[in-house]
């Protein structure tokens, strides 16, 4: 009877549990932009993006204070070249709230 190694299956779950999706933080150049960055922080640090998608509004509302507000969601794409991937961050209003992998880049 074979006996499964659970150290080699930990390490391939591992890989494929940090491949290509969510990213935590994006490296531009010498600067680092993450989760909770401005637009205006996130211009200054990797410039303009190749793409600019609008996706939609979502609500916000505030019912103990009976505030109601719209935020624009949109993504940026960043491209770093043909050995990287791409790079998509998603924006709420003027906020960075996620950042993901995209296919490869391209010259």
Do not use: H
């Amino acid at each position: 009877m074979r006996r499964c190694r659970p150290l080699p299956m930990l390490f391939i779950l591992g890989l494929l549990a940090f491949g290509p999706g969510t990213v935590w933080a994006l490296r531009c150049g010498s600067q680092i932009v993450g989760e909770g960055d401005t637009k205006v922080e996130v211009l200054a640090k990797c410039g303009e993006p190749l793409l600019r998608e609008y996706i939609g509004e979502d609500a916000a509302f505030n019912y103990g204070y009976g505030t109601y507000s719209k935020r624009t969601v949109e993504e940026w794409t960043y491209n770093f070249g043909p050995n990287k991937f791409m790079q998509i961050l998603r924006f709420r209003g003027s906020t960075l709230i996620d950042i993901k992998n995209g296919d490869k880049g391209f010259y």
